[in-house]
C-alpha cells in the first residue's frame, strides 16, 4: 500500500507545475514553524531541540525560502549530535547552496567550522580543509580564528604533513597570543599539541562566546612550558 501511495505522489508531483509545488512546500513548512512554536511556547521549550528540523529544512530548501539557509545549518548541527554525518554533510552542502548574501559573519563561521569538523570526521580531509580556510576568513574573534586555524592544521598533520601542520598550529597559538617556546623541538611540539585538545577538544573551542581567549591561551603556554623544561 505505501508502494502504491507513493508512486500516486511521484505522478502528481512529477504533472505539477514548479512554482505550484514549490509554493505547497513553503506552505507546508510553515504550518509546521507554527505548530512547533505553539507546543514550544505552551512547553516551555523554546530553547530545545526543535523536533521537525528536517521537515523545516527540506520543504523550505524545495521550496526556494530564503528560511532553507538557516533550517539546514540547524538540520546539519543536529544530524552532527546523532553522528549521521553523510547527512549531515549533505544539509550542510545544501545550506552552502543557499546561503543568502546577507548571511551573517557569525552564521557563515558557524557553517565552515561546522562543515569542516565533520568533512574531517568522515575523512574527507582536503574538503575539511577548504572549509575552516573559509571559517578563518568569516571568524569574529581570535579565538575562532584559532579553531579555524588549528582545523587546518590537523588535517595536514593527518595527510602526513607534519612541517606544514606545525606552522598552522603556531598561526593558531599566536591568535591566542601565545607562542612556542622556540628551543622546543617541533616534533614535541606536535605531540604536546595533541594531548592539549585531550583537555580542550576542539567541539569546546568552537564555543567562542561561552570560553576566555586569556585562559586557554594560558593553559597552552603553561603546558608547553612545562614540556621544554
Do not use: C
Not at 33 to 41: L, R
Amino acid at each position: 500500500v505505501d508502494t502504491y501511495h507513493d508512486r500516486i505522489r511521484e505522478l502528481v508531483l512529477r504533472d505539477m507545475d514548479g512554482g505550484h509545488r514549490q509554493g505547497l512546500h513553503v506552505r507546508l513548512a510553515e504550518v509546521s514553524e507554527e505548530s512547533v512554536e505553539n507546543v514550544a511556547n505552551q512547553e516551555g521549550s523554546a530553547d530545545q531541540v526543535n523536533p521537525r528540523i528536517y521537515d523545516l529544512a527540506y520543504h523550505f530548501y524545495e521550496g526556494g525560502n530564503p528560511k532553507a539557509f538557516e533550517y539546514q545549518l540547524e538540520a546539519g548541527e543536529a544530524a552532527m549530535r546523532a553522528f549521521a554525518m553523510e547527512n549531515a554533510i549533505d544539509h550542510f552542502n545544501k545550506a552552502e547552496a543557499v546561503k543568502p548574501d546577507e548571511a551573517s559573519q557569525e552564521s557563515q563561521y558557524r557553517l565552515y567550522e561546522r562543515r569542516g569538523e565533520v568533512f574531517g570526521k568522515s575523512q574527507r580531509l582536503e574538503e575539511s580543509r577548504e572549509s575552516y580556510r573559509n571559517a578563518v576568513l568569516h571568524a569574529s574573534s581570535e579565538l575562532e580564528r584559532a579553531v579555524a586555524i588549528d582545523g587546518v592544521g590537523d588535517k595536514y598533520q593527518r595527510q602526513g604533513q607534519h612541517e606544514t601542520a606545525i606552522d598552522f598550529y603556531d598561526q593558531a597559538l599566536a591568535e591566542l597570543g601565545y607562542h612556542r617556546p622556540q628551543k622546543l623541538p617541533r616534533v614535541l611540539f606536535e605531540t604536546m599539541w595533541y594531548s592539549i585538545f585531550v583537555h580542550f577538544p576542539r567541539g569546546s573551542f568552537a564555543v567562542a562566546k561561552q570560553t576566555n581567549r586569556k585562559s586557554v591561551g594560558s593553559s597552552l603556554h603553561i603546558s608547553f612550558t612545562k614540556l621544554h623544561m
